[in-house]
């Protein structure tokens, strides 16, 4: 092998002469190609997908059921969960404890921790609004499993049904319909 000197980098590679010639008299004739057309499909945009309200409404629901109890600030309630808008008639409340209105869907909190429970209250009753529900029952549970057997969800679910405008009452369930373990909800129709 013969022994070549050592290329210096980025140096560009020529061709030796003879085999430049014979390139060039082998490509003497050739007529450059015309350019061919290309068609340009446009892809769809994708759909748009609306993360930032998303995010929003997940920090509403959020923020809108918060554990401060605005109401207690003042006030001593009863061991039963009891609620009426203020302006409603008092017939309502009467209404909702004899079961007036058939309940339309619940939810079972049992098992859940408070975040939990508050994230899956928020989202049932806004479905709950959404599918035209008027009336939902939400079982909180007695608190016989907990650690002081109290019903640990029970004041959270006041407080959070409390903050929520749609919310027209709400009181402590029929003994048939879960009693000190459930609460039946009043819904503003759509």
Same mark, same amino acid.
């Given at each position: 092998? #013969?022994?070549?000197?050592? $290329?210096?980098?980025?140096?560009?590679?020529?061709? #030796?002469?003879?085999?430049?010639?014979?390139?060039?008299?082998?490509?003497?004739?050739? +007529?450059?190609?015309? #350019?061919?057309?290309?068609?340009?499909h446009h892809r769809p945009k994708p759909p748009? +997908?609306? +993360?930032?309200?998303?995010?929003?409404?997940?920090?509403? @629901?959020?923020?809108? @059921?918060?554990?401060?109890?605005p109401w207690s600030d003042g006030f001593e309630t009863g061991d039963e969960l009891c609620? @009426?808008?203020?302006g409603l008639p008092q017939?309502? @409340?009467?209404?909702?404890?004899?079961?007036h209105w058939v309940i339309q869907d619940e939810l079972d909190l049992h098992g859940l921790t408070r975040v939990e429970a508050r994230m899956a209250v928020g989202a049932f009753l806004s479905d709950a609004l959404h599918a035209g529900?008027?009336?939902? $029952?939400? +079982?909180?549970?007695?608190?016989?499993?907990?650690?002081q057997r109290e019903p640990v969800l029970k004041q959270k679910v006041r407080i959070w049904l409390m903050q929520r405008e749609e919310i027209l009452a709400f009181c402590q369930a029929r003994p048939v319909d879960g009693g000190s373990g459930a609460v039946i909800v009043l819904l503003k129709g759509l």
């Open positions: 092998m #013969p022994h070549s000197k050592p $290329r210096e980098k980025n140096l560009p590679v020529t061709p #030796p002469d003879n085999e430049l010639a014979v390139f060039r008299a082998a490509v003497a004739d050739v +007529i450059p190609a015309s #350019p061919v057309p290309r068609v340009l748009a +997908i609306p +993360i930032q309200t998303r995010r929003d409404e997940k920090q509403v @629901l959020v923020d809108s @059921l918060s554990d401060h109890d609620f @009426l808008r203020p017939n309502v @409340l009467k209404k909702l404890r004899r079961g529900h008027r009336c939902v $029952r939400i +079982i909180h549970g007695k608190g016989l499993g907990s650690v």
